[in-house]
């Protein structure tokens, strides 16, 4: 059972930055591609980004595309997203998952949630 914690939500001004960050206390998170989703009040939760368990492959949802940036570490056990240009319509909780699959994005294992919010 993997276990996955997110942190580095908060409070940011329209056009700023946060990077957030998901630990994983599972050893086998290495084998497995992670990713990131997002819920917005009053809407379905909605893939972000995904990234292969080697690290080399990528894909980002059109919204967040040329702002974010997924990556991992393996020997940490940690996934990251750095946010940039933030938006208002970014605001959401984030969800961190991990799985054995890349496409569909991997929803085996999820995170409890970090809260961003972008004021305008």
């Known amino acids: 059972q993997a276990q996955l914690v997110e942190s580095g939500g908060g409070l940011v001004a329209s056009g700023g930055s946060l990077r957030l960050s998901c630990a994983a206390s599972?050893?086998?998170?290495?084998?497995?591609?992670t990713a990131w989703f997002r819920q917005a009040p009053g809407t379905e939760r909605e893939f972000v980004a995904v990234?292969?368990?080697?690290?080399?492959?990528?894909y980002y949802a059109d919204s967040v595309k040329g702002r974010f940036t997924i990556s991992r570490d393996n020997a940490k056990n940690t996934v990251s997203l750095q946010m940039n240009s933030l938006k208002p319509e970014d605001t959401a909780v984030y969800y961190c998952t991990a799985g054995r699959s890349f496409t569909p994005p991997p929803a085996d294992y999820w995170g409890q949630g970090t809260q961003v919010t972008v004021s305008s």
């Open positions: 990234v292969s368990v080697s690290g080399l492959h990528t």
């Open positions: 599972v050893g086998t998170f290495r084998n497995l591609h």
